[in-house]
C-alpha cells in the first residue's frame, strides 16, 4: 500500500499549466511524522506501521501516550493513525523513523481523507434534498416537510416501527470522508507542502491523512498503463 502522512489542510487556491490553463488546487501540509509503531502479523494479528503527527505538550498528553512515545524515541504527539503494510514493507520501516512529504515524490495520484464540516441538525430538504411538500394553496405551515413515513415501514421479522435507514431529519456532517484519486499537482519538499487538484473535505487547519491511491477509474489507470 506504500507510505501514509498526516497533515493539515491549508486551503484553497490556483495554479496555471505551461498553455496558461487555470487548476483549481488544496494545499496540504503534511508531516512530519515519526513511526512510533510497528505492527507484526504474528504478535498483533496484521501488519502496520503506526505514526505520530503534531507536538503537544506533556501535560496536555496523557502518561500512557508519554510513555508510549517514548519507546520510539520521540516527543508526545497529537494525533496517532495506523496504515496497513505488507509483511515486507512493514520490514523497511524503523522506530523513530520520521515520515516526510518528500517519501510522495514521484506519486501521480492519492486518496485524501478527513472528516467533513459539521452541519448541525438539518431537515429532509438540505439532507437528502427531499423537494417538499406542494408550495399551493391547501399546505400550512409544512412545505419542509418530508411527508408520510408509514408507508412500507416494516423491516421483515421484526415487527412494526420505521425501516432501519429511513431517510429522516438528523444531523448531517461530520463524518469521516475520502476522496480517492485526486492528482498531485506539486509537491513542495522544502516547505512540506502537496498541492492536489480539487477540493479536500474538511474545514482548514483540520487534520487530513494521505495515502497513495488504492483504486484508480479506468481512464486515470489507462493514462499510467495500468499502475499507480
Do not use: W
Not at 522506530?95 to 448541525?120: C, H, M, N, P, R
Not at 431517510?167 to 498541492?195: F, H, K, P, Q
Request: glycine share 16%; proline share 3%; hydrophobic share 35%.
Amino acid at each position: 500500500m506504500g507510505v501514509s502522512l498526516l497533515g493539515t489542510k491549508i486551503g484553497m487556491t490556483r495554479t496555471f499549466t505551461s498553455d496558461g490553463a487555470s487548476v483549481p488546487v488544496t494545499v496540504l501540509r503534511l508531516g512530519p511524522c515519526v513511526v512510533t509503531q510497528i505492527r507484526d502479523s504474528e504478535k498483533d494479528g496484521y501488519s502496520a506501521v503506526q505514526i505520530g503527527f503534531g507536538e503537544v505538550k506533556a501535560r496536555n498528553s496523557s502518561i500512557p501516550l508519554i510513555g508510549h512515545d517514548a519507546k520510539a524515541g520521540s516527543s508526545p504527539r497529537r494525533h496517532h493513525r495506523e496504515f496497513r503494510v505488507s509483511p515486507e514493507e512493514a520490514a523497511k520501516f524503523t522506530l523513530g523513523q520520521e515520515l516526510t512529504v518528500k517519501d510522495f515524490e514521484g506519486a501521480t495520484y492519492v486518496d485524501v481523507i478527513g472528516t467533513s464540516k459539521g452541519k448541525g441538525f438539518q431537515g429532509v430538504m438540505k439532507r437528502y434534498h427531499f423537494k417538499g411538500m406542494f408550495a399551493s394553496h391547501g399546505t400550512e405551515r409544512k412545505h419542509r416537510s418530508p411527508g408520510s413515513i408509514g408507508g412500507l415501514c416494516s423491516n421483515r421479522g421484526y415487527g412494526g416501527g420505521l425501516k432501519k435507514g429511513k431517510r429522516m431529519a438528523g444531523r448531517m456532517g461530520d463524518e469521516r470522508v475520502t476522496v480517492r484519486s485526486l492528482d498531485v499537482v506539486r509537491i513542495d519538499a522544502e516547505n512540506g507542502l502537496m498541492l492536489v487538484k480539487g477540493a479536500v473535505p474538511g474545514a482548514n487547519r483540520g487534520v487530513v491523512m494521505v495515502r497513495g491511491a488504492v483504486r484508480l477509474n479506468r481512464s486515470k489507470a489507462r493514462k499510467l498503463g495500468g499502475k499507480k
